[in-house]
């Protein structure tokens, strides 16, 4: 039997390099009786639509066939989903918000380049970007986790391609005022291109909130990316997008494989769309348990940092890795966020008022017992 010597390819050693995405979702076991709330993936807790169960359905019988060739279909849906304040070639559609970065990075990075993060951030803004053969540069948030604009402008140079901005952040919360955004997209040199992850969007209700709707109405260089795990809970489907200005949207799409969707992705957002009342639903019961939680938090006087998401970020009160050892022992998924670029801090999504109670009696029982301990 022929044997090949490997040591006669030739590697690309940035991707040799350990840049996998790990994502935190897993299955727990627990003891007859004891129930588990994953609140660790920032999923839905009231899972998805009953249309989309319909479209997905209706869908079973055409698995055997292609599915459409393109996405024309979704991205009319998103422009009347946006009030027609967009066009249908405004929008992007891919598997999953994670591969609308991926496309990006291909699109505009290589050898050479560089992208401008500011950690704590979410993985793959640095991981896809070591991909290309590009190096991202951090510039950290501030203590209160809130973006260093001054710090960012100072660190672009003529190699800057991306700069990545999350309003809210995974996984601090925190978001980008309207005022704040505005400043530095009149700032950013016209060679860059802001990416602006708002997948948490529905989430938000500070007055001073903006999407990068306005701004890509104004033809500036902006990427704004969404994903259907969150607010439409089709996790499982694998499907988000984005929307930029035509000049960047109709570069994009030139990558963007045909048959790229499947059939029931497809279907299942189109259906996730028309359902408006869910949608609101979803965002009501956020809203009203995370200001539950927060309440909760503060009155077992654990240090935590506002957020607009449907997740929050806390300091524990014993190791990142004990908390969540213990907690799984109590049936309570929740997420250290250190490879995120927050060591020590734990992430915990707001789940149904019965998880979130469950979550809370174990965060006492967590704090009783290090009394106990000391």
């Given at each position: 039997m ?32 004891i ?18 169960r ?80 590009a ?24 190699s ?14 925190t ?9 530095f997209?009149?700032k ?18 500070a007055p ?16 704004a ?13 694998r ?87 213990q ?42 017992q ?5």
């Amino acid at each position: 039997m022929n044997q090949v010597n490997i040591m006669s390819i030739q590697f690309k050693t940035f991707i040799l390099e350990d840049s996998t995405y790990k994502g935190g979702s897993k299955k727990i076991v627990m003891p007859q009786g004891i129930e588990v709330h994953k609140l660790s993936s920032n999923e839905n807790p009231l899972g998805y639509s009953p249309k989309v169960r319909q479209a997905l359905m209706a869908s079973l019988d055409d698995l055997s066939q292609y599915p459409d060739n393109t996405d024309i279909r979704l991205r009319q849906a998103l422009v009347k989903d946006f009030d027609q304040a967009l066009s249908e070639d405004h929008f992007i559609t891919t598997n999953s918000g994670s591969e609308i970065i991926d496309l990006i990075s291909k699109a505009f990075l290589g050898e050479g380049d560089t992208v401008i993060v500011s950690q704590p951030c979410f993985l793959p803004y640095t991981a896809f970007t070591r991909w290309m053969g590009a190096t991202a540069i951090n510039v950290p948030m501030t203590t209160n986790f809130e973006y260093d604009f001054e710090g960012i402008l100072k660190a672009i140079s003529d190699s800057t391609k991306l700069v990545f901005l999350a309003s809210p952040n995974n996984p601090s919360g925190t978001y980008i005022p309207k005022d704040v955004l505005e400043d530095f997209m009149n700032k950013v040199p016209e060679h860059v291109i802001v990416v602006l992850d708002e997948v948490y969007r529905h989430f938000a209700d500070a007055p001073d909130y903006v999407t990068g709707l306005p701004f890509v109405k104004q033809n500036k260089n902006i990427i704004a990316i969404n994903s259907f795990s969150k607010t439409y809970g089709l996790a499982g489907l694998r499907i988000g997008y984005c929307y930029a200005p035509l000049h960047i949207s109709s570069y994009i799409r030139k990558i963007c494989k045909p048959f790229l969707l499947s059939t029931l992705a497809l279907e299942g957002a189109i259906a996730a769309l028309e359902d408006g009342e869910f949608v609101q639903e979803t965002v009501d019961l956020v809203r009203k348990e995370r200001a539950f939680v927060l309440h909760g938090l503060k009155e077992l006087h654990i240090k935590y940092w506002p957020t607009q998401g449907n997740f929050v970020m806390i300091q524990p009160p014993i190791s990142d890795t004990e908390l969540v050892k213990q907690m799984e022992q109590k049936g309570i998924m929740v997420r250290p966020v250190g490879n995120f670029g927050a060591p020590g801090k734990v992430r915990i999504s707001f789940g149904t008022r019965a998880a979130n109670n469950a979550m809370l009696d174990a965060l006492e029982a967590v704090i009783k017992q290090k009394e106990v301990t000391t």
